[in-house]
């Protein structure tokens, strides 16, 4: 899949390089969890090939009285991570808090994977090293704060269409309800939305 979210604004090929030195290349499985929510986070990784989803199942794990009502389902996707990313919930990985998230493997997936540990090891070898943990805690926010935005001032069409910018070809690789529960609408309204873009483009 080409570029994702956006261009990556941090030194990646250095992650990737120290993942790949002080980690081991492990598989997962479509379904297999890289972290699962509640359970202590412990791993960052570089993704080699493939693609995680991001999920989390609402507070305690209910569903809640508003996502019936709304049609969604109580599987919310809520970031996505692909060949050539990072993949962590971070910065819990650091120090072993809680997992806020689910991260499963959408297709069979490689990462390069060291445990948060490993990482903290890494930032204290040096003062550069230590402003590499600034640098990706940064990027992560930006990234989220991006995605926050558009859900408050971009319409569900313009979300589909932000998301096809930033990530060319992602229709191929996600299922219809995945992409839908990413844009927090229903897979009949994004069935919808697509139709539409499809029509006006046969005009």
């Not at 080409?2 to 499985?29: H, M, P, W």
Request: proline share 2%.
């Amino acid at each position: 899949m080409e570029q994702k979210f956006g261009k990556n604004s941090i030194d990646i090929e250095a992650l990737r390089e120290f993942c790949e030195r002080e980690g081991k290349e492990v598989t997962y499985r479509k379904g297999d969890q890289l972290e699962r929510e509640g359970d202590p986070a412990r791993w960052f990784g570089f993704v080699t090939e493939g693609c995680f989803k991001y999920v989390t199942y609402g507070i305690g794990g209910r569903l809640r009285v508003d996502d019936h009502r709304s049609g969604i389902d109580r599987e919310h996707i809520t970031w996505f991570s692909f060949e050539g990313e990072i993949v962590a919930d971070y910065p819990n990985c650091l120090d072993g808090h809680s997992s806020q998230t689910t991260i499963e493997a959408m297709v069979p997936t490689c990462v390069l994977r060291v445990s948060g540990e490993q990482l903290v090891d890494f930032f204290r070898q040096d003062a550069e090293k230590m402003e590499f943990r600034s640098i990706i805690a940064e990027h992560v926010l930006r990234q989220r704060n991006q995605c926050y935005l558009d859900l408050h001032r971009a319409t569900a069409r313009e979300r589909y269409e932000l998301l096809l910018q930033r990530c060319p070809g992602i229709v191929e690789h996600l299922a219809l309800q995945d992409l839908a529960s990413f844009l927090c609408i229903t897979p009949n309204y994004l069935s919808t939305i697509r139709k539409s873009i499809t029509f006006e483009s046969k005009k």
